[in-house]
């Protein structure tokens, strides 16, 4: 579904991708894990094309991204940090947010609900906290019921019951045939998301994995210990 | 394109630096008016006022507005739309509210004051200089990746086009007295629209006389229509040509 071939980009002195390659399908839920500053941010961004690649290029359904900017309608995107023009209400986001796809199905409105956002509907960004804005980042995600879903980071901030809502429905989500791209640092929270480890370091892949191959590999039942697993040995 | 204009245009008129700053110039349009017993010397103290901090706010508030939206503008990157349209929806957000807020703040006073073609002429001048500032404010926050930086640079422009540029244009006029020098500067005041400004707007006010030989020159070639036409046109390039770069410059741009 998605296709990354041969993806170099250098910031300045930092090569943030060095020939990265990767195949995402439909139906994985994909971790993407790795050091700060490892360049997963940067690979998700070249695929939501914010970031354009140096050399090598990025597929969509056989579509090069550079040229189709309307791939983009299969995408829904929750970002690190949601920050919204100060004097918006929730609903104008949200309004926008549906004003700007002209969505025609049926909207996802369930996290909505379950986030009880209506209830603060008529409060301005600025007055939200970061936790709220989060939830509306999630909403924004999912509301359009796209094929591919990126989170980068998307329990950050949350409080518990919010982050077991929205793991629910990422759940959901892939249990559909959705693609689901997921970066945390909390690796005990994706045990029972992922199906997919990527692995970076340094703005290389070191690797690709099913997670059954990669406790195979390991040894270790457990995310967490199976990726320190990797770091110590990579380290020596 | 519309809908992100219609959003944006309402986040901006809701922000309360905008709010005050069209009462600013609410109260110093009403108080310059009311002072003067002599309306058209009223709008000549108003012009000095509207040459001054029209382009100050435009400049400033429109580089932290698009600074402050970073992860706005990313986001709506994320979507489907070009970008192109997100860059130029944003403009004419800016553009639009703070034109507004100018309306609103000068144009109303001098339409009651001195509805004549010198204070249209006045109106349309302070409205062409809020547009420009906003243009040159988003071409230098698409140059600059830091926001320390890039509202440095903004202040800096201003303090060009306001101060440092009437400077070298004394310091150059003495050093080459000795050279006619007075249809150059016709050439000369296109480089800066607040200047460009200034001269339309006195050169109706019929106090080129003070200006010299130079004025003279001023009146020969802003004072007939296709002076005007080439003055309003250079000014509309002044719009056009930041907002292209800006563009091309955003369409290129890693967030």
Not at chain 1, 198 to 220: C, N, P, V, W
Not at chain 2, 129 to 151: E, N, P, Y
Request: proline fraction near 3%; hydrophobic fraction near 50%; glycine fraction near 6%.
């Amino acid at each position: 579904m998605i296709i990354a071939s041969n993806v170099s980009k250098r910031f300045g002195k930092l090569q943030a991708l060095n020939n990265v390659s990767v195949t995402c399908n439909k139906g994985e839920c994909i971790a993407l894990i790795g050091p700060n500053g490892s360049g997963k941010t940067t690979l998700i961004k070249s695929i939501l094309g914010m970031v354009v690649p140096d050399s090598g290029f990025i597929t969509f359904n056989g579509n090069n991204i550079l040229h189709h900017w309307q791939y983009r309608n299969n995408i829904g995107y929750m970002p690190q940090i949601g920050r919204y023009p100060d004097n918006m209400r929730i609903a104008d986001v949200l309004d926008m947010m549906k004003d700007i796809r002209g969505h025609k199905g049926a909207m996802d409105e369930e996290l909505v609900a379950a986030f009880e956002l209506d209830k603060l509907k008529h409060k301005r960004m600025r007055t939200l906290s970061g936790g709220t804005r989060q939830k509306v980042s999630a909403c924004m995600a999912f509301l359009f019921d796209p094929q591919v879903l990126i989170l980068d980071e998307p329990t950050a901030g949350l409080d518990p019951v919010a982050s077991e809502i929205l793991k629910e429905k990422i759940i959901t989500e892939k249990k559909k045939g959705k693609l689901v791209m997921v970066t945390s640092h909390i690796l005990s929270e994706l045990d029972d998301l992922v199906t997919q480890v990527i692995y970076m370091q340094d703005g290389e892949l070191r690797f690709h994995k099913s997670i059954e191959a990669l406790r195979a590999d390991t040894g270790q039942e457990k995310l967490s210990k199976a990726i320190a697993h990797v770091m110590l040995n990579t380290a020596l | 394109m519309k809908k992100i204009i219609k959003y944006v245009m309402a986040d901006i008129l809701r922000n309360r630096i905008v709010l005050v700053y069209l009462f600013f110039l609410l109260v110093a349009s009403f108080s310059v008016f009311s002072l003067e017993d002599n309306s058209s010397k009223g709008l000549l103290s108003l012009l000095n006022i509207v040459l001054l901090v029209v382009p100050l706010i435009s400049i400033i508030f429109s580089t932290i507005y698009v600074y402050n939206s970073a992860e706005f503008i990313e986001l709506l990157v994320s979507q489907p739309l070009k970008r192109r349209t997100i860059w130029i929806s944003l403009f004419v957000g800016l553009a639009g509210s703070l034109s507004i807020a100018f309306f609103v703040g000068v144009g109303i006073p001098v339409l009651l004051y001195e509805a004549n073609l010198t204070g249209i002429m006045m109106i349309g001048v302070g409205l062409l200089l809020s547009v420009i500032f906003v243009a040159i404010a988003m071409l230098a926050a698409v140059w600059t990746r830091d926001k320390a930086k890039g509202i440095g640079v903004a202040i800096m422009l201003w303090v060009y086009f306001s101060i440092l540029f009437d400077g070298l244009v004394l310091f150059l006029l003495f050093q080459l007295a000795d050279y006619p020098l007075e249809k150059a500067m016709v050439g000369i005041s296109a480089l800066n629209p607040i200047d460009l400004s200034r001269i339309l707007i006195l050169l109706q006010l019929d106090v080129s006389a003070m200006m010299g030989y130079t004025g003279a020159i001023f009146k020969d070639f802003f004072g007939t229509a296709s002076g005007m036409v080439i003055s309003l046109s250079v000014l509309l390039v002044w719009i056009l040509l930041p907002v292209w770069l800006s563009v091309r410059n955003f369409n290129r741009k890693d967030l």
